[in-house]
C-alpha cells in the first residue's frame, strides 16, 4: 500500500528566506505525485504534479519539486519565502493505475515572518 | 465559471440526526470523491465514484453514504451512526481516475452539538 510521510507539522520562515517542505512517499511502483495548498477554510489548489516526464517539476507561484526515487521523496521548495505563502501543504501519492486511489500525507503549515 | 460548490459552508446539527451535504461540478468530470479533514490527520478518503451510478468506499465510509444519480452531483449523507461526524468535508472532482488532476471545492465544516 502507498503512503506519504510529511516530516514536521508546522515551518517558519523568514520572507525572503528558502522555503524547504518534505515529503517522502512508499510505493510498490513508480508513483505519481503531488503537492496541493490550502489557504485557511478553503480547498485544495493544486501546485505541481509529477508523472515521471521529468524529475524537477515547476508548478505554480514559484514552487517547484524534485523527484528523487533513490530517497523515495518529493520535496517542495520555493527560493524566496512571501507572506501569502502561508498556508497548509499536502503532498499526495497515487499509483499509476485505473481506480488508484490518492493518498495524502499530514500536512505542513507553513507560517511565514515579517 | 467552471467550479465545484459545496453547499452549505456551516452546518450545525443536532446528535442522531442525519444531515446531507451537497457537491456539485460543472467540469464535465467523470470521477468525484469526498473527504474528511480533521486537524493533524490530512485528508482520508470517505467515498469515491467513477462513473454515474456507480461508487466504492474508501478508507472511512462507515456511517456514510452517497448517491451518483447524475454526473453533476455527488450528495454524501452523514447518519447518526457516524460516531464522531464534526469535521471539514471536501468534495473534488477529476477528469477521470485518481492520476488527474483533482479539483477542489470550498469545503463544507459540519459540527454536531
Known amino acids: 500500500a502507498q503512503s506519504v510521510t510529511q516530516l514536521g507539522s508546522h515551518v517558519s520562515v523568514s520572507e525572503g528566506a528558502l522555503v524547504l517542505l518534505r515529503c517522502n512517499y512508499s510505493?510498490?511502483?513508480?508513483?505519481?505525485l503531488f503537492w496541493y495548498v490550502q489557504y485557511p477554510n478553503q480547498g485544495l489548489q493544486l501546485l505541481l504534479k509529477?508523472?515521471?516526464?521529468?524529475?524537477l517539476v515547476k508548478g505554480i507561484n514559484g514552487f517547484e519539486a524534485e523527484f528523487k526515487k533513490s530517497e523515495t521523496s518529493f520535496h517542495l521548495t520555493k527560493p524566496s519565502a512571501h507572506m501569502s505563502d502561508a498556508a497548509e501543504y499536502f503532498c499526495?501519492?497515487?499509483?499509476?493505475?485505473?481506480?488508484?486511489?490518492?493518498?495524502f500525507g499530514k500536512g505542513i503549515t507553513l507560517s511565514v515572518r515579517p | 465559471d467552471g467550479g465545484i460548490t459545496q453547499s452549505p459552508k456551516y452546518l450545525f446539527r443536532k446528535e442522531g440526526q442525519n444531515v446531507t451535504l451537497s457537491c456539485e461540478q460543472n467540469?464535465?468530470?467523470?470521477?468525484m470523491y469526498w473527504y474528511r479533514q480533521d486537524p493533524g490527520q490530512g485528508l482520508r478518503l470517505i467515498y469515491y465514484?467513477?462513473?454515474?451510478?456507480?461508487?466504492q468506499k474508501g478508507d472511512i465510509a462507515e456511517g456514510y453514504s452517497v448517491s451518483r444519480e447524475k454526473k453533476e452531483s455527488f450528495p454524501l449523507t452523514v447518519t447518526s451512526a457516524q460516531k464522531n461526524p464534526t469535521a471539514f468535508y471536501l468534495c473534488?472532482?477529476?477528469?477521470?481516475?485518481?492520476?488527474?488532476?483533482?479539483?477542489f471545492g470550498p469545503g463544507t465544516r459540519l459540527t454536531v452539538l
Open positions: 473534488a472532482s477529476s477528469v477521470q481516475g485518481t492520476n488527474d488532476e483533482q479539483f
Open positions: 510505493s510498490s511502483v513508480p508513483p505519481y
Open positions: 509529477y508523472t515521471s516526464a521529468a524529475t
Open positions: 499526495a501519492v497515487s499509483d499509476p493505475g485505473a481506480n488508484s486511489k490518492l493518498t
Open positions: 467540469l464535465n468530470h467523470d470521477a
Open positions: 465514484s467513477q462513473i454515474v451510478n456507480d461508487f
